[in-house]
């Protein structure tokens, strides 16, 4: 079974601090994403990669930067945190060029910036 | 730019009925349109996967179909359990995902 792991699942952190979220998956899926997901407002996508070092801005990339240095780990990064990033996170990843294939997400990572 | 609705936004049924979630997108050029489970707190789980040249997946209760031309698909879940309470979420795919705001099902005992 496809496993996409987020290492935080609950953090708390202060306004201005810097956060770091890590995704890592175990299928050798070229493609993943992140996005954060409020209520009412659905899935956003923040940010994606169909490869190595290579990154894609989505719909609200403000905010926030992104590292792939590894295929299969992909790290969202909010550089000075505000209380309007509190969310829940999800990373998902998928095989096939074009995003073709199959999503899978991680177990999310609830962020509450204080 | 793809939208994507689903409709009832909440439903609420006894166990054991056969029940049907919709779901309709506005640009029928997808690729495929995913259909995803997802419980309190926790990331989505994909379901069923129908690509655009199929008209239906099964796998197990769930029947889900798919009808480019309308821009609607359809997930079908046959003798609802309690365990099958959960938020149900439909994505279309045109090398670009986007998600409905899912439907809130709650199956009663």
């Known amino acids: 079974d496809v496993k996409v792991t987020q290492s935080s699942r609950y953090l708390v952190k202060r306004t201005g601090e810097k956060v770091f979220l890590e995704c890592v998956q175990d299928?050798?899926?070229?493609?993943m994403f992140w996005y954060r997901q409020d209520p009412g407002l659905g899935l956003r996508l923040i940010y994606f990669s169909y490869d190595v070092k290579m990154k894609e801005k989505g719909d609200i990339p403000e905010g926030y930067s992104v590292s792939r240095e590894k295929k299969e780990r992909f790290s969202l990064i909010l550089e000075s945190a505000s209380t309007n990033q509190t969310s829940m996170y999800l990373c998902?990843?998928?095989?096939?060029?074009?995003?073709?294939?199959?999503?899978?997400f991680g177990e999310g990572s609830r962020l509450t910036v204080l | 730019k793809q939208e994507v609705t689903q409709i009832p936004a909440a439903l609420s049924v006894p166990e054991g009925e056969n029940l049907v979630l919709n779901c309709s997108f506005t640009d029928s050029a997808i690729y495929n349109l995913q259909w995803f489970r997802q419980d309190p707190g926790k990331g989505l789980t994909s379901l069923l996967l129908?690509?655009?040249?199929?008209r239906e997946q099964t796998s197990g209760r769930l029947n889900a179909s798919l009808d480019k031309s309308s821009g609607r698909s359809t997930l079908y879940i046959a003798a609802s359990q309690p365990g099958d309470s959960a938020t149900y979420l439909c994505a279309a795919n045109n090398n670009d995902m986007r998600f409905g705001a899912g439907t809130r099902l709650t199956v009663k005992p």
């Open positions: 299928m050798d899926h070229e493609n």
């Open positions: 998902a990843s998928s095989t096939n060029v074009w995003n073709t294939g199959e999503l899978f």
């Open positions: 129908i690509q655009s040249s199929q």
